[in-house]
């Protein structure tokens, strides 16, 4: 059974911690992407990567930055948690090759106070 | 980039109703993805269609490449299915994806 894994369902932190949400794939895909979903504004693309090391920016990539180390592995890191990054994170991956179906996360819920 | 709409944003069924959900997008694509998101997060991939219609069990999606609009049934609903249901299509790369802003449903008993 096919599988994407994040690290945290419920996560609550301070205003300007840092911190780092983790998503773990087994299925050798080369894709792999972050997204927000809020309320009323549905799925946005913060981050994605095509390949280790490698990174590109989304719709929305400020205030984050992202780090694949290695194949299966990419973690989303807020560097200074703020309030209106409050939302609900969902890491997905998918083959190197287009129009593939995309595999998702189970969502981490992030509430900073 | 390619503009989704997705009708209705809210629907509210008792079970055993026929359900359809709607999904307009501007640009030409090669296929198109129906999501489904369960209260708790997780989303799973229903279909990836690119012409005609797909079936598996209750679930029916069809598309209509020429008018840019696809659409979600769903037979005979049931309490389980209560969702959110979310279409997207392929950026020009193939790789990311747009989304429309889903649509919650509640099957009432």
């Known amino acids: 059974d096919v599988k994407v894994t994040q690290s945290s369902r419920y996560l609550v932190k301070r205003t300007g911690e840092k911190v780092f949400l983790e998503c773990v794939q087994d299925m050798d895909h080369e894709n792999m992407f972050w997204y927000r979903q809020d309320p009323g504004l549905g799925l946005r693309l913060i981050y994605f990567s095509y390949d280790v090391k490698m990174k590109e920016k989304g719709d929305i990539p400020e205030g984050y930055s992202v780090s694949r180390e290695k194949k299966e592995r990419f973690s989303l890191i807020l560097e200074s948690a703020s309030t209106n990054q409050t939302s609900m994170y969902l890491c997905?991956?998918?083959?190197?090759?287009?129009?593939?179906?995309?595999?998702f996360g189970q969502g981490t819920r992030l509430t900073v106070v | 980039k390619n503009e989704v709409e997705q009708s209705p944003q809210n629907l509210t069924a008792q079970e055993g109703e026929f359900i359809t959900i709607n999904c307009s997008y501007s640009?030409?694509?090669?296929?198109l993805h129906w999501l489904q998101q369960h209260p708790g997060g997780g989303i799973v991939s229903l279909f990836m269609?690119?012409?005609g219609k797909k079936k598996h069990g209750r679930l029916i999606a069809t598309i209509n490449i020429q008018e840019k609009h696809s659409s979600l049934h769903i037979t005979a609903s049931h309490p389980r299915d209560s969702a959110v249901y979310i279409c997207?299509?392929?950026?020009?790369?193939?790789?990311?994806?747009?989304f429309g802003e889903g649509t919650q449903l509640t099957v009432n008993p």
């Open positions: 640009v030409g694509i090669s296929a």
């Open positions: 269609l690119s012409s």
């Open positions: 997207a299509v392929p950026e020009t790369s193939g790789s990311r994806l747009t």
């Open positions: 997905a991956s998918s083959p190197r090759q287009g129009n593939t179906e995309a595999f």
